[in-house]
């Protein structure tokens, strides 16, 4: 057996094959494509085609898909294979620089939320040198973006590379006024913690929820959830070791950095981190590992849920995204510096950041609004709806003292004057770290942890590299006119600081009288998809995405509309689902129980009349009661759901999803619940909590 190291990324052309398999100059005109983003030579593709095709065809390889990104969150590929036939019967291999380039894959049945018309079926989709092409099964897989005729991007690759392409243009201004003339790029960077459920295969094969949903819609509480705390870092099961050790070596074929793997908190709950990368590798890896991590769960008899929700009453599954910036030469420019001017650029930074967030607080609430999503945030597992922002101890303390011309703790002088040789150094704050913040610095980058578990990671992004990019333009705007450098710098700090605080909350974010307060302070709270995705369409947010080139506005609006779509469709379909499972699956078993018992106490009473049979009379009233509460509430959602054809439009339609199929599903769910606990065990038609969460 190859060790680790040996094989590595041994499929994926990376640095190591091109390096190997191009001509020096070819090689070197790649490179700087990949590294400073430099336009792509035609005459490279060629050769780069030949090359990756020779790659591909010694590893086995017959086929080739341009990989992207539609809106439906997950990746596409249409394989074709590489043969060409040849004049005496047979077919060489064959893929060419423009194949390489470009694919035009009938675009029509993606969503594109009206940008193109369905009978405009073409698209196409042009290769992403910065993400390395790899090998899956028999098909080499080239990342690429995907967008329509017209242009306009209709995946989520296109808008996240040009949200990177923003942000380093306006970082390498700041960087050039702090005197750094040699970094070439400033990229930014994320680490995505990924957590999901394994269960047994098995059962998840009985419950048309989880096929259909991929959650449970029913399901009364199994009799252990996470009260014990016992799960979270516990042993790993051998199954389930098993399991971990071959998406090790899967993902680390594909050259991904699989770092870390533990036990969650929720009984069959797990998470894989691993080690960071740029946002756009990044995001194509933690699609990748997705979909390994269901596809290799089959292979090992199990499931594995990426649903955020899929078991009511223990905690969901979330993503958080680690994310930072840092230059070509390897600084992070969010890592506290070791000379008081390295921290003066640090603070500029941190600022800009905070800034961001605050201004963009609803931007970036939209980039997690899922139906799945909604079930989190808010409920006592996950960071609140609201954003807020979590700094340390410690660089609170700086900021204040900056804020109010105080003296800072750290410092010698008499007063925090942000100039050169005044500013404290400070340590890095990693000890106090407030698990309940949505949004936290920690040391050296922050951490978003709003995510979904199935959320793609673009989007989130994407808005975080455009609203710091807007901050750091109004920065550099500023300070590239001032004739004083370092007091300007001074008083935007603390101007920073003073009109965005409110954004800051160290408290618990769990807790009632935090949500009272940020209202209270302004901060926006939609608690659904419904409520926040409209504004994306607000002024100030398209105006800023388009200014910085991340979005047009007709992508914004075609946008939006999928984004509620998704939600609407979601929604309406666990609700179908529902109703189909009470109808022909728990009212039935109900009834057929409630008869059993009743006709067990017939049999008794003729035996011998005294027998009371209270016990059975009682049982068969209750289960009775609940079977027509739950049967009345059936066909109170059926015809909820029928009423959705009434919707004006899609934001009508979202806000009769909120408002009425999902406290609808909610109240059938009670009656099926309560009912499952007083059936026996033998008579309930699809496997229950205890023995889905403790099954594996
Ligand atoms: P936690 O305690 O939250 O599990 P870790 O220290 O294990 O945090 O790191 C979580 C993730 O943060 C990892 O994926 C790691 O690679 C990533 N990370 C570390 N440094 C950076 C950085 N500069 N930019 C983005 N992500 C980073
Ligand atoms: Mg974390």
Known sequence: METVKEYFGCNVFDDREMKANLPDNVYKSLKKTIDEGAALDVSVANCVAEAMKEWALKKGATHYTHWFQPLTGITAEKHDSFITPSPDGGVIMEFSGKELIKGEPDASSFPSGGIRATFEARGYTTWDPTSYAFIKGKTLCIPTAFCAYGGQALDKKTPLLRSMEALNEQALRILRLFGNDTAKRVTSSVGPEQEYFLIDKAMYEKRLDLKMTGRTLFGSKAPKGQEMDDHYFGIIKPRVQAYMDELNQELWKLGILAKTEHNEVAPSQHELAPIYSTTNVGTDHNQLTMEIMQKLALKHGLVCLLHEKPFAGVNGSGKHNNWSISTDEGQ???????????NAQFLLFLCAVIKAVDDYQDLLRISVATAGNDHRLGANEAPPAVISMFLGEELQAVLEAIEKDKPYAGTKKTQMKLGVDVLPKFNRDTTDRN??????????????????????????????????????????????????????????????????????????????????????????????????????????????LTAHKVFT????????????????????????????????????????????????????????????????????????????????????????????????????????????????????????????????????????????????
């Open 553 to 696: 506005k007709e992508e914004l609006e075609s946008r939006c509309e999928i984004m509620l779509e998704n939600y609407c469709k979601s929604v309406t379909i666990e609700a179908n689902t529902m109703v189909q499972m009470a109808k022909t699956q728990i009212i039935p078993a109900i009834e057929k129980y409630a008869e059993d018992v009743a006709e067990g106490a017939l049999t008794k009473k003729q035996l011998k009349s005294t027998i009371k049979c209270s016990y059975e009379g009682k049982l068969v009233e209750n289960l009775s009661n609940l079977a027509d509460t739950a049967y009345v509430d059936t066909l109170d959602l059926e015809k909820a759901i029928g009423q959705l054809a009434k919707a004006k439009n899609i934001i009508d339609e979202s806000a009769m999803i909120r408002d009425s199929i999902l406290p609808k599903m909610e109240k059938l769910r009670e009656s099926c619940d309560e009912a499952e606990t007083l059936t026996a065990k033998s008579y309930w038609p699809f496997p229950t909590y205890s023995d889905l969460l403790f099954g594996v």
């Open 332 to 342: 992070n420019l969010l890592s506290p510096g070791a000379t008081p001017y390295d």
């Open 435 to 544: 698990r309940t913040s949505p949004f936290a610095f920690t040391g050296n980058k922050f951490e978003f942890r709003m995510l979904g578990s199935s959320n793609s990671i673009a989007c989130a992004n994407i808005m975080l590299n455009a609203a710091v990019a807007e901050s750091l333009k109004q920065y550099a705007d500023t300070l590239e006119g001032a004739k004083n450098f370092e007091s300007k710098l001074h008083d935007m700090i603390k101007k920073t600081i003073k009109d965005h605080k409110r954004i800051i909350f160290d408290g618990n974010g769990y807790d009632d009288k935090w949500i009272k307060e940020a209202t209270k302070r302004g901060l926006s709270n939609y608690r659904t998809t419904a409520d926040c995705m409209p504004h994306l369409l607000d002024a100030h947010n398209v105006k800023m």
